[in-house]
């Protein structure tokens, strides 16, 4: 038995017939006193290691607890875990949790959602293991870096075009939804940097919306375009000093139901009009469009009107110009008309 300090932590360990346990603990006392039961827990053959009783329900639990509340992206990656935790592998065991149960838990999700969001949901759990194996000892493995992720998927080409923005707009039924579209085409902002907007951080005369922090962990100054400012001002002002009061997952869903009914009324329009069941169904238009798309219409647009990659990723937010590059969808009939242009 024997206790060791290591930085500013302090670390038991414990060995009885070849067999080895370790903890870590922030007191010395607290460590002394956990070797002395550990050993003669090893001694009686009692000792069940933390991976043969903790479930994980209350690994993820615990992760929520204790590493969720300093984490930006918290909503989202908590909102990953809930399903995680609804799932047919929350009550299995840590040392019975085999990596051939998270690659059937990958291939049943493969079937409701794209690629990349299953690399997202992998991604969540490994994080929450690495945390479990390095920083708590509940675990030496982690089963989800034993298993394949499905292929990056191909990056979003749809762009929305500005008709379509008009009709979404028209169709929803939400407070809110009109003024966060028209920030996210006019200012290429996130949706949650659109929602965490504060008063406080909006210099409507300087025409500048500060981001304290963002996504990649920088903070950012949006320029706001005129129409920008417009909308901002016609928004009352909360008590609690926010812009807005929705939560981006409720934002999307409103989105995504007035996008079904501006597809709705363009299908009875064209019927009136004459169109054929065949040219209505082969016809994409206000098909696919996501409150996201909006962000990625005005980088492009910013592109196609001249701005560099730099002035771009400083409006955008983007670190690498690769991820910019993989985000940016330049129209070829815009290709076309530069190259006319030349020629004349």
Not at 20 to 35: G, I
Not at 215 to 228: C, E, H, M, W
Not at 263 to 278: I, K, L
Request: proline share 5%.
């Amino acid at each position: 038995m024997s206790v060791r300090q290591r930085g500013a932590k302090w670390q038991a360990r414990v060995t009885v017939a070849g067999q080895t346990v370790t903890k870590t603990f922030t007191q010395r006392a607290d460590a002394e006193k956990w070797s002395r039961h550990q050993q003669v827990a090893l001694e009686r053959g009692e000792y069940q290691p933390p991976q043969a009783v903790v479930t994980l329900r209350e690994l993820i639990e615990r992760y929520e607890r204790e590493c969720l509340p300093s984490k930006r992206g918290q909503a989202q990656e908590r909102y990953v875990l809930e399903r995680w935790k609804r799932s047919s592998l929350a009550g299995k065991t840590l040392a019975s949790l085999k990596p051939a149960d998270i690659a059937r838990a990958r291939d049943e999700r493969l079937k409701e959602v794209s690629p990349t969001s299953v690399r997202r949901y992998l991604d969540t759990l490994s994080a929450v293991f690495e945390v479990a194996r390095k920083d708590w000892e509940l675990t030496t493995t982690n089963p989800v870096r034993s298993i394949r992720k499905p292929p990056p998927g191909r990056a979003r080409e749809r762009r929305v075009l500005p008709d379509e923005i008009v009709r979404i707009i028209s169709a929803t039924q939400s407070k809110d939804l009109p003024a966060v579209v028209v920030l996210a085409v006019e200012t290429a902002m996130r949706r949650a940097e659109i929602l965490g907007l504060e008063w406080s951080n909006v210099d409507l005369d300087r025409r500048i919306a500060y981001l304290p922090l963002t996504k990649n962990g920088d903070s950012r100054a949006v320029p706001l375009t005129l129409r920008a400012v417009e909308v901002l001002k016609a928004i009352p002002k909360r008590p609690d000093g926010k812009v807005f009061k929705h939560n981006g997952t409720s934002l999307s869903e409103a989105f995504r139901r007035a996008a079904a009914r501006a597809r709705q009324a363009y299908e009875h329009e064209r019927q009136q009009a004459g169109a054929t069941p065949e040219e209505i169904e082969e016809d994409n238009y206000l098909r696919d469009v996501r409150l996201h798309d909006c962000r990625h219409e005005r980088v492009s647009t910013l592109v196609e009107a001249g701005f560099g990659l730099m002035e771009v990723a400083a409006i955008s937010g983007h670190k690498t110009l690769q991820c910019l590059k993989r985000y940016t969808h330049v129209r070829t009939e815009h290709l076309i008309s530069k190259l006319d242009a030349i020629r004349a």
